[in-house]
C-alpha cells in the first residue's frame, strides 16, 4: 500500500471515528493472524524465548530487558541501553496491548509483531546479534529448545529445521496474551459508573473536545481498526514552532522519513497507544518529556495548538490514568539449560 | 571470629566429615536466622526487589539480572556485566541454595545473605548506585512499596522509616525460598536407586576416592554445616604450578586476601556448592574454565595432584550433573509503578 493510500485510508478513518465516537472496551482477545494461531505450547516456548538473555551477544539483555511486562511494558527510560551500554535513539513503546497495533515500531516500519521480534536481536545497539544465524546458533545450542519447537511445529525434526521465522512467531504468540484490559475506563464503559473519578470524567469529555481522540481514539487510542501492516500515522509536530520543539528536540528524528526517505513523511510517526500511558514515562519517541502532565501540555500546543489550563491537563491526566489495566498472573518461565556448558561469552 | 580460629574449626569439622561419610539429600528449609523470619509477605516484597531494575543507577540491572532464576541462578558468563558495560572479576555465583552456605561471596566476605544483598547496589561496576540512600530514595519514590513494607513491618509508618536493612532482609527472604532440592541424587538417596545411573554412581565413588569430598562435603557440597559467618575455606591452587596456574590464571586474584591482607589467606576462597554446578557454566571465580569436564580436571590435578582418566572426569561429572534439583514453580511478580513519572533516567 502506497503511503498516499495509507493517508486517504486514515482520512477515511479519521472521519467516520470523529463521527461515532470511539469510546469502546478493550476486547479480551487481539487480531490473531491467520498464519499464526495461538496454541499454549507456542505461547510457552515464545514466554521463555522472550526472557531468554542467551539470544543477546552477551548473553545479558532479552526482549523483557526493555519490554518489562512486570512493569508497564516497557523499561520507564528516556532511550533502552543495549549491547555495551549502547543506547538507542528512541524510548521503547510498551509491549502490553501490542497486539492491537497495526504496524510496530515507533515509524511503523514492522507490520507484524512477527516482524518485529526480529529487529531488536540484530540491532548492533540493542541485543547486537551477528546475524539471525548466530540467533538460531544460540537457540539450537540449548538442548531443550527443539523439543519444544517440535511440539508446536511437528514439521520440525532437527535442529536445523528451526527458522528465525519460527522464533518470531513464538514470541508473537507470547506477546498476544499481554493484554491489559479491565482498566477503571473499561469498567466504566461496561457499566460501572462509579468506576471514573468526577475529575476523570471531566478528562474523557475533554479528550474529545479538545480533540486529541481525533488521532488518540479505538479501544486502544491508537487510531481505528486497520489491517494488519497498515499504519496509521500522524505529523509530530502538526505546529512546530512552539518552544517545545527546541526544549524537547521534537524535529530532530524524521520518523517514518528515516525510513521511506519521502518528503512528505518527515517527522510522522505512528499514533502511539493512550492505554497504561501513567507507566510508560518518560514521554514521546525520544523519551524527552519526564511527566503525564507535560506530556498533554506538549501535546495540545503541538498537535491541536491550544494552551490547556492547569486544572484541564489534571483532569485529562486523571483520565489517562484511568487508562492502566489488570495484567494478567504469570507463571515465572524456567528457560532450558545447556548442562556442563556456557554458550555466551 | 579470627582466620586461625576459623580455620581451626574447619579442620576439626573436615576430619569428623571424612569420617562420617557426609551424603545428605538437601533440606526443604534452610537455616532462618532469628532476626529475620519468614513471612508471605516479606517473601512477596523481597522477591519484587530482587526483580526491580529500578534500584540501579540506569534502572537497568536488578539482583536476577545476573543471579537468573528462570536459569541456574547466574548469568553463564565469566564475569557478569553491570553498569554502563563494565565488567567485575568475578563469576556471579548461583543463588539457588544460597541460603545454606554459612557465607556469602567468593571470599566470604558477607556473614549473611542480608549482608551480600546490600553489597551489588552500591558497586560501581555492578548496580552502581551512588549510595545506599539513593537506593532508599529510589524505593520511597515508588508510592506502592511503602504499604508493602508496612504489611511486613508494622513498625514502620511512612517512607523515612524504611532502611537498608528492612531492604537487604526482604530480599534475603526471598532468596531463602530459592531451594532446588529433589535432584536425581537426593532421590537416589532417599531409597530411588534407579534415580542415579550406573555412571553417576561411580562418580558418586570416585568424588570420595580421589578426595573432592574432603572439601566439597554436606548437604550443599559446599563444607559442613557452621554457623552464620564462619566460612569453609580453601586455598586455590593448592598445588601451584601446574600447567593451569597460568591457562586460566588461578593465581591474579588473591581472594580472601584482597579483604583481610593476611598472607595466610592468598588465594583462600570459600568452598562452592556442587548442587546445580551443570547449570553454572563457565567455572571458578574467574569464569576462566568453559566446561564441567575441564573443571573436573583442573580441581583434581591443582587440588590433589591427580591426574584422572577421562572415563573418571566423564563419571565424575555424570554424578555432578545428577545434582541438578527441581526449581519450585514461581509467579512472576508486579512491581508497584511510579504513575505518570519515571525515576530513572
Redesign the interface.
Known amino acids: 500500500m502506497t503511503t498516499k493510500l495509507v493517508l486517504a485510508v486514515c482520512a477515511t478513518f479519521l472521519i467516520q471515528a470523529a463521527q461515532a465516537l470511539p469510546f469502546d472496551p478493550l476486547p479480551a482477545k487481539p487480531p490473531i493472524p491467520a498464519d499464526n494461531p495461538q496454541t499454549p505450547a507456542k505461547i510457552e516456548l515464545g514466554k521463555k524465548l522472550y526472557?531468554d538473555?542467551?539470544i543477546s551477544k552477551?548473553?545479558?539483555i532479552s526482549c523483557n530487558?526493555c519490554h518489562?511486562?512486570?512493569?508497564?511494558g516497557d523499561?520507564?527510560?528516556?532511550n533502552s541501553?543495549g549491547?555495551?551500554?549502547?543506547r538507542g535513539a528512541r524510548s521503547a513503546p510498551t509491549v502490553w496491548n501490542s497486539a492491537f497495533l497495526s504496524v510496530q515500531f515507533w515509524d511503523g516500519r514492522a507490520k507484524s509483531l512477527e516482524e518485529q521480534a526480529k529487529g531488536p536481536l540484530t540491532n548492533p545497539v540493542e541485543m547486537a546479534m551477528d546475524s539471525q544465524d548466530v540467533v538460531l546458533f544460540r537457540i539450537r545450542k540449548v538442548p531443550g529448545y527443539l523439543a519444544e519447537f517440535k511440539k508446536v511445529w511437528p514439521n520440525i525434526k532437527t535442529n536445523e529445521d528451526i527458522t528465525i521465522d519460527y522464533v518470531a512467531k513464538a514470541i508473537a504468540s507470547y506477546e498476544r496474551t499481554l493484554i491489559a484490559g479491565g482498566s477503571p475506563y473499561d469498567q466504566f464503559l461496561r457499566g460501572n459508573k462509579k468506576a471514573l473519578s468526577a475529575q476523570a470524567q471531566a478528562g474523557m469529555k475533554l479528550v474529545q473536545e479538545v480533540g486529541c481522540t481525533s488521532c488518540h481514539m479505538g479501544a486502544n487510542f491508537a487510531g481505528p481498526p486497520l489491517p494488519e501492516g497498515t499504519g496509521f500515522y500522524q505529523k509530530f509536530p502538526v505546529y512546530p514552532g512552539s518552544e517545545y520543539d527546541a526544549k524537547y528536540d521534537l524535529l530532530k528524528d524524521k520518523g517514518r522519513f528515516e525510513v521511506t526517505k519521502a518528503e512528505q513523511e518527515k517527522n510522522m510517526w505512528r499514533v502511539p497507544t493512550w492505554r497504561n500511558i501513567?507507566?510508560t514515562?518518560?514521554y514521546f519517541h525520544n523519551g524527552s518529556v519526564?511527566?503525564?502532565?507535560e506530556a498533554v501540555k506538549v501535546m495540545a500546543k503541538t498537535q491541536l495548538n491550544k494552551d490547556l489550563k492547569p486544572e484541564e491537563v489534571s483532569s485529562i491526566?486523571s483520565f489517562l490514568?484511568s487508562l492502566?489495566g489488570k495484567?494478567p498472573?504469570?507463571?515465572?518461565?524456567?528457560?532450558p539449560?545447556?548442562?556442563?556448558?556456557?554458550?555466551?561469552?
Open positions: 526472557f538473555p542467551r552477551q548473553g545479558t530487558s518489562n511486562v512486570m512493569l508497564g523499561d520507564n527510560r528516556p541501553i549491547h555495551n551500554g549502547q501513567a507507566l514515562a518518560p519526564k511527566t503525564l502532565d491526566v490514568e492502566t495484567f498472573e504469570q507463571k515465572m518461565p524456567r528457560l539449560e545447556t548442562p556442563g556448558v556456557s554458550i555466551v561469552e
